[in-house]
């Protein structure tokens, strides 16, 4: 059997530079978005329900684009076709949202944007489990980890610094977004581009060939998984039957209307079951029927992981969407977008982002030779114990600028959940289907988003008095749990 060479830090390094340009718009997007938002009208309590395009989109594109790219080879590479497409198309996003006239041309473009990062960071997640031997993967994904916050440290103080260092306005009309918002998605947008081009030109992927006689002595078939017709079938009625129970009961109780979110969700996966059962009852067994029959038996590693990820990203999303509410009016008292106060707030949100990126960006280098010592298991279930903690203690902590003690908490879970979760299933998956997997992975994080999408509104309106801030505590009790949940999870390579 031929060996899986290990690489250096340099391979390494090109290998997760694109990561930079990736994690450059998504932070961008986490820091600013809210902000954008709100500057053209949004209320509250709209809010999550404007950023349910980031997981709809995660929800359709990963899994797809994971399953195509397991089946391309041509002169790019296997992954490679997808970093460049979809770089060019967050490029051009990047550069077109924060010139948005209206709040629905806005969320329009929040969708495309996602889409299109989505299409390239997909791969990268799977160009690791292709690039590296088990025993070097911990260590690729802390490069990955180290590269997110990095970039997102940049990208996350750039109005802050276009502001104080430049002399760039922070302020605009109502309607407009500031000058400051604006250069920092164009200089996301050349960053993106640039970054990834630079993995394209600097890697040269494995053949499939190659990949074959890496795994030769690993028991995997190269056949399509058998779809079960009969369970798909079954599945697919009741989750129908459950989607439209939910609806009418949301039409008759007049609920939260962003509850239609996740009936529409469970319908669509019902009728995706059945359109896949008809399928393979018409003799296909490629495209959409493996897709449904690899979801349906992914490993048991994958499944122990999923309640953990579910909750880390809901925690996750609620610190994305309110922390900029939270923060300008908890910490700063303020709520006008037009006022100096406010966006003081919001630029002040851009350095807490920063804060807690950067950290992870150190602590990536500090994850393998824990998890060697104590595993990976282990390491995963303390730092989002730490990082649950972080959350909760910004409704008691008071000045803002203690809340950088929040962030450095956030910090360490953020970078254990960019590295313990994929490091630990890249050693669970064939690596034929690593794409498909890592793809459907990322459910696990855009389910937990399109709940909170749908009920975070309607809890922050009727539960929490429109006080945002006790969405941030609720977010860290989700992080806690999940902290104790790793406990289920079975990693049985070597760390």
Known sequence: MTTKPRLDFWQLWNISFGYVGIQFGFALQTANISRIFETLGAKVDAIPILWVAAPVAGLIIQPLIGHMSDKTWNRLGRRKPYFLIGAILSSLALLAMPNSPALWIAAGMLWIMDASINVTMQPFRAFIGDMLPDAQRTQGFAMQTFFIGVSSVVASVCPWVFTKWLGIANTAPAGVIPPSVRWSFYIGGFAFLAAVLWTIFRVREYSPQEQE??????????????????SCIRQGLVLILAGAVLSFAIFAQDWYAGLYIISGSIVFYGLLQLAAAARAKAGHTKGMVEIVADLKAMPKTMQQLAGVTLLTWFAL?????????????????????TSALYNEGANWVGVLMAVYNGVAAIVAFLLPPIAKKIGRVATHMIALIIGGIGLMSMIVIKDPTMLLISMVAIGIAWASLLTMPYAILSSAVSHRKMGVYMGMFNLFLVIPQIIAAAVLGLLVKTVFGGQTIYALVLAGAAMVLAGFLTLFVQDKAAA
């Open 213 to 230: 006689a890496f795994n030769v002595s690993k028991a995997e078939s190269a056949d399509a998984t058998a779809l079960d017709r009969k």
């Open 317 to 337: 999303y609620a610190l994305f969407i309110y922390t900029t509410s939270a923060v300008t009016s908890f910490h700063f008292h303020s709520s006008d977008p």
